[in-house]
């Protein structure tokens, strides 16, 4: 069997990839993950009794909310070859040079840095203890770290080398990292069964393996993945079906979309997750994409906002569920300056960071021009700068106006059993703003 090709762009490689996709033993997970083989750090059954026995005697380290979301995708192998919270020099590599050196010398991404923080107190506790205990944020037992190593998290540097700045306001930042302990805890982890969070939506959190043995299941010829943190308006729709419609014309056969929602961490007024999944569902329905070729799971990985750092992570971890393509939009993982009024990245940087970043070689990256709300033709369509007057941006801001409002967006903007999730989710926001107003008053 031969493997899928890799190229950077389509453009480029059509002919290659037509020529290679002939074959009739082409199968989607052939696409390696990082480092070979996927590491799983998920404790065999037959051995977690044991493994829980030795947890208990450890010292233990508590868990944030956001510390287990990394904990699950370390442990399901979305960060291969990584297996477990970084070591002073993964930490380091990863920080300054947005990849890690492997011991034969090839070069895997690794855009951020995936790290437990600890505070004194725990650093006391744990002494000279080779392992610690991992406790849960409901006080439950999730694993083990071994052979640790504690070193000094210095979060000013860690902060200006993500994000590029150190502007008051970044999310992840002042979520995670400001009241985060002055240590770094790095190690092997050890998982004592998978993680679970029972808010009806694990079904959709397919690990790597999983995906793959899925993608191979549907007989996917090429698989190219969405990361989205936000509502399926037609808009994203169109870059979805047109990369289809771009994999048949190089001569794939059966091109699946993976429709990968984030799933961990997100900032405050960002749509929550059961909300997303609810309104993505009513997309396929509605059959604005095909359910036949098209897989929706969850990405479990928190948000940090960083822009061009992150947006090679979300490419990273997709090459490791067996996607050998990527799309990539304006801006990706951007956000808005958290204390002035524009970008905090340029929109153009992320693909064309991905397209020379080091470790992504294997994946081909798709970079597509930016689709607006086409007022002549009423829909959604890529813009054309020719008639720049007749295109309508509508940006997630002016989308959440309209659906406080109870106003409907334009037809063609989105789905309309999509766009009813939407209004009824803010107006039961409205709702429960009056009923807090209302108690404040009485009091």
């Known amino acids: 069997m031969s493997a899928i090709p890799s190229h950077k ?93 492997m011991k ?114 549907r007989q996917a010829d090429a698989v190219f993945a969405f990361q989205l943190r936000n509502p399926v308006h037609n808009g994203h729709a169109l870059l979805m079906n047109d990369t289809r419609r771009r994999l048949l014309e190089m001569g794939y056969k059966n091109p699946i979309l993976l429709l990968h929602p984030l799933g961990g961490y997100t900032k405050a007024d960002d749509v929550p997750l059961d909300v997303r999944m609810e309104q993505h569902s009513k997309v396929l329905e509605d059959g604005v994409l095909d359910p036949e070729t098209t897989i929706v799971a969850i990405f479990p990985s928190p948000m940090h906002y960083a822009g061009p750092t992150e947006v090679q992570w979300h490419a990273k971890g997709r090459i490791n569920a067996g996607a050998n393509f990527y799309i990539v939009g304006r801006d990706p993982a951007g956000m808005g300056h958290p204390t002035e009024k524009r970008d905090l990245y340029d929109p153009d940087h992320g693909k064309k960071v991905l397209s020379m970043a080091p470790g992504l070689e294997k994946l081909n990256i798709l970079p597509f021009r930016v689709a607006a709300y086409d007022t002549v033709g009423k829909k959604m369509a890529f813009f054309d700068p020719s008639r720049a007057k007749d295109f309508l941006f509508i940006s997630g801001t002016k989308m959440r106006t309209y659906a406080r409002s109870g106003e409907n967006p334009p037809d063609g903007f989105m789905c309309p059993q999509g766009w009813n999730v939407l209004v009824r989710y803010y107006e039961s926001l409205q709702a429960e703003d009056a009923t807090q107003q209302s108690a404040v008053v009485s009091a």
């Open 9 to 101: 762009s389509s453009s480029s490689s059509s002919s290659s990839s037509s020529s290679s996709s002939s074959s009739s033993t082409i199968k989607s997970s052939l696409i390696e993950p990082d480092g070979g083989a996927l590491v799983d750090r998920v404790v065999p059954e037959s051995e977690r009794a044991a493994k829980a026995l030795k947890a208990e005697s450890l010292p233990k380290v508590g868990l944030t909310q956001i510390d287990l979301e990394w904990v699950h995708v370390i442990s399901e192998g979305w960060a291969s070859p990584l297996k477990g919270f970084m070591r002073e020099d993964e930490y380091l590599q990863s920080l300054h040079f947005n990849c890690i050196r």
């Open 104 to 217: 034969d010398g090839t070069i895997v991404n690794m855009s951020l840095p995936i790290v437990l923080a600890i505070d004194d107190e725990a650093k006391e506790r744990i002494g000279a203890s080779q392992d610690v205990g991992l406790v849960g944020p409901t006080g439950d037992l999730v694993g083990i770290l071994r052979s640790i190593e504690i070193y000094k998290h210095n979060k000013e540097e860690r902060v200006a080398r993500t994000w590029g700045t150190t502007a008051p306001g970044l999310p992840y930042v002042e979520e995670v990292i400001t009241p985060a302990g002055n240590w770094l805890l790095g190690g092997d982890l050890e998982v004592l069964k998978p993680i679970k969070y029972n808010d009806g939506l694990d079904h959709y959190r397919l690990s790597p393996q999983q995906l793959r043995e899925e993608f191979d299941k």
